[in-house]
């Protein structure tokens, strides 16, 4: 009589890592204004909150405040920078906004409430291409670009910037385990 080893706890171990790697690489949580919320009490100053980000594609813009003095309206560049609210892509009034964003660039926010905007309470995400789409290096024919003394390098601890090498990563274990406990 033929012993047979039971595969299901091996499948179900190689599932687990796929599902763990997988979870990693979704996008990253911003809680627009950090601690202080999306709100024109203490003077927060949104464009300087923004700038101290690295957006990606994936990443999700929590708007948190009260709905009985604020929303969040996404609107166009001009609208943005004139304060115009009256007509907006989308409005949000939950006090707990959840953005996804989907394509890279500019994407504009401000609160519709009268004077808020012009108050400060607007933002402006802007979502860069990644390192594999940029545009390519300049010819040697365009003039040069100054100089600048320090980049920031893409944060290794963001979720969006690694996702290619997790699924080769998460591909290799499961070739592996799956051929050793076949």
């Keep these: 009589m033929a012993f047979v080893l039971d595969n299901r706890p091996k499948m179900a171990l190689v599932f687990l890592i ?22 024109t009490i203490g003077n927060v100053d949104y464009k300087l909150w923004a700038a101290n980000k690295t957006f990606q594609v994936g990443d999700t813009i929590v708007f948190k405040y009260n709905p009985q003095f604020h929303n969040v309206m996404q609107v166009t560049h001009a609208e943005y920078q004139s304060c115009n609210a009256s007509s907006p892509i989308a409005t949000h009034t939950t006090g707990n906004d959840s953005i996804t964003i989907t394509t890279h660039g500019h994407h504009f926010f401000l609160c519709g409430v009268p004077g808020h905007c012009q108050a ?10 990644t390192s594999s789409s940029a545009s390519p290096n300049p010819s040697p024919t365009s003039s040069p670009l100054p100089a600048v003394t320090s980049v920031p390098a893409p944060s ?4 969006s910037y690694w996702l290619p090498n997790k699924i080769g990563i998460v591909m290799a274990v499961s070739l592996v385990l799956l051929f050793n406990f076949a």
């Design 120 to 129: 400060g309470q607007k933002v402006d995400i802007n979502v860069l291409r």
């Design 18 to 39: 796929l599902a763990s790697f997988l979870q990693l690489s979704l996008g990253v949580n911003y809680k627009v204004g950090d601690s202080a919320g999306w709100t």
């Design 156 to 159: 290794p601890s963001h979720a």
